[in-house]
């Protein structure tokens, strides 16, 4: 017997790996970790079909046939966990720290329940009837999973998706079709109907990759100039913002000597050093070929404190290569009545005042260096 809505859950599938790589932009290791837990909800079809199989084989003993049946249900059971954990990897950023040690160590849990399910009842078993018997195990296994897919999905829309109202509300459609499934296995052992929920959410959670990576710029991996202007729109008229304007020294000297590879490698270097050094406070968004800017709701003494720590390092963060941290700034902080675009602009104009008095001093150091080698070789000669 072929169970129809599988084969159209495998359709979905299908179609969303199509899109993840003929889709340019997607980093390699947000697409592996999408691919990968499409592999295992693919699987997991594939097996439901095979569970079909063996539950109307004539030919196999009931004993073994019981046994066979349930097996598949727990290697099912297993892949669920693998397919929500793999969104730890999504996004330019990822997740870090003890958060991803916690999913992964929750899916790891999870796994291990279900498969020594095959050997002893812990969730189920199938009775002589071939009928699926759940057990109480089996409630309070599904109510803990349902928490942790919930907060798997909660902290990847915190860590990658910045508040916009479109991905909040994505979020709640896809919570809402993972409830149903939930549900519909707790209440009428429908697991069919939870396969179909978990096949949903995967593919709205493209759809809200897809917006992501519409958003982003794909040298640096912060948020592009639309983002920006979309972060604007979400600031209420009282809001104190402080924003900072970021301007690259030396890009081009690395595009005209090195090429335009090391001049984007720089200017990631230079990108995600920025956006850790603000993460607690704001966004950091690139909105120019090497300009930047921090939009933030900090009070402005932490943003000053971090832009000292940052102007007094001679490099960016050694994970992203050997790079000189030179740039010149400026800060505004919004005032009564100013509208951003007025913030916007005082913080342009006090970023290019910085920058023609850090031309000027360049300009008058490497004069005092041509003419301390004049003198040198004045004294020599």
């Known amino acids: 017997m072929i169970i129809f809505s599988d084969v159209m859950d495998m359709i979905i599938i299908g179609y969303v790996w199509v899109c993840l790589f003929i889709r340019e932009g997607i980093a390699k290791k947000t697409r592996n970790a999408y691919f990968l837990a499409g592999l295992a909800l693919f699987v997991l079809l594939l097996l439901d079909q095979a569970w079909q199989v063996v539950l109307f084989s004539q030919g196999i003993p009931n004993l073994q046939q019981r046994q066979?049946?349930?097996?598949?249900?727990?290697?099912?059971?297993?892949?669920?966990?693998?397919?929500?954990?793999?969104?730890?990897?999504?996004?330019?950023?990822?997740?870090?720290?003890?958060?991803?040690?916690?999913?992964?160590?929750?899916?790891?849990?999870?796994?291990?329940?279900?498969?020594?399910?095959?050997?002893?009842?812990?969730?189920?078993?199938?009775?002589?009837?071939?009928?699926?018997?759940?057990?109480?195990?089996?409630?309070?296994?599904?109510?803990?999973?349902?928490?942790?897919?919930?907060?798997?999905?909660?902290?990847?829309?915190?860590?990658?998706?910045?508040?916009?109202?479109?991905?909040?509300?994505?979020?709640?459609?896809?919570?809402?079709?993972?409830?149903?499934?939930?549900?519909?296995?707790?209440?009428?052992?429908?697991?069919?109907?939870?396969?179909n929920s978990i096949t949903l959410a995967y593919l709205l959670m493209y759809v809200a990759l897809k917006n992501l990576y519409d958003r982003t710029d794909c040298v640096t991996g912060l948020g592009s100039r639309a983002s920006y202007k979309e972060a604007l729109r979400r600031i209420r008229a009282n809001d104190r913002v402080v924003m900072v304007l970021f301007d690259m020294n030396r890009l081009k000297h690395y595009n005209d000597t090195e090429g335009h590879q090391k001049g984007d490698a720089y200017l990631r270097a230079f990108a995600n050093t920025v956006r850790e050094a603000f993460e607690a406070y704001g966004n950091v968004f690139r909105v120019g070929g090497d300009e930047f800017c921090l939009v933030s709701c900090a009070k402005p003494a932490y943003i000053q404190h971090v832009l000292r720590a940052l102007d007094n390092r001679e490099k960016c963060d050694e994970e992203y290569g050997d790079f000189p941290l030179d740039f010149a700034y400026g800060l505004a902080v919004r005032e009564d009545g100013e509208s951003l675009s007025e913030v916007y602009k005082r913080a342009?104009?006090?970023?290019?005042?910085?920058?023609?008095?850090?031309?000027?001093?360049?300009?008058?150091?490497?004069?005092?260096?041509?003419?301390?080698?004049?003198?040198?070789?004045?004294i020599e000669a």
């Not at 309070?140 to 829309?157: A, H, N, Q, R």
């Not at 860590?159 to 296995?185: C, H, S, T, W, Y």
């Not at 970023?351 to 260096?369: A, L, N």
């Open 68 to 195: 066979i049946m349930t097996s598949i249900t727990s290697v099912m059971y297993m892949l669920l966990p693998c397919i929500f954990v793999q969104f730890v990897w999504m996004g330019a950023r990822g997740w870090r720290g003890l958060k991803k040690w916690i999913a992964l160590l929750g899916a790891a849990v999870f796994v291990a329940i279900a498969a020594a399910n095959m050997f002893y009842p812990i969730l189920f078993f199938h009775d002589v009837n071939l009928h699926t018997v759940f057990l109480k195990g089996d409630t309070i296994y599904s109510v803990l999973e349902f928490i942790f897919l919930c907060y798997v999905m909660v902290e990847t829309y915190r860590v990658n998706f910045p508040a916009d109202r479109r991905d909040f509300v994505l979020m709640g459609f896809i919570l809402a079709i993972i409830v149903i499934g939930v549900v519909a296995e707790l209440a009428v052992q429908d697991l069919t109907a939870l396969w």
């Open 348 to 378: 342009d104009k006090r970023m290019y005042i910085m920058k023609r008095k850090m031309h000027r001093q360049s300009r008058e150091v490497q004069w005092i260096d041509e003419r301390q080698l004049e003198e040198q070789w004045f």
